[in-house]
Nanobody, 121 residues
């Protein structure tokens, strides 16, 4: 089994910053892509940023220039640094890990439980 846990959400004022973290644990052989998604009330879940094991990062247009995704392969952790936050960034942020499991050697997506980010004055 694999567990994925996010942390770092909270309430901030417009223009402030937050750093989200997401750590995976369990029967992991390797992690391919790591990604952050978000879902605001009444809206569909959307990709914010992704980072492959090898290759370039990818950002939603709304995140470009303000957010930065990074990963620590050894710690099986992905981060999302969010700067210049806006009220429209308020959402539940979810981490997704594409994991190759030790027990089955199969690739599978695992999601965290989500962390709330609220940007309000």
């Amino acid at each position: 089994q694999v567990q994925v846990v996010e942390s770092g959400g909270g309430l901030v004022r417009p223009g402030e910053s937050l750093r989200l973290s997401c750590a995976a644990s369990g029967s992991i052989l390797t992690i391919n892509e790591m990604a952050w998604y978000r879902q605001a009330p009444g809206k569909q879940r959307e990709l914010v940023a992704s980072i492959p094991r090898l290759g370039s990062t990818n950002y939603a247009d709304t995140a470009k220039g303000r957010f930065a995704i990074s990963r620590d392969i050894g710690q099986k952790t992905v981060y999302l640094q969010m700067n210049s936050l806006k009220p429209e960034d308020s959402a539940v942020y979810y981490c997704k890990m594409n994991v190759v499991e030790i027990t089955t050697l199969r690739m599978r997506d695992y999601w965290g439980q989500g962390t709330q980010v609220t940007v309000s004055s």
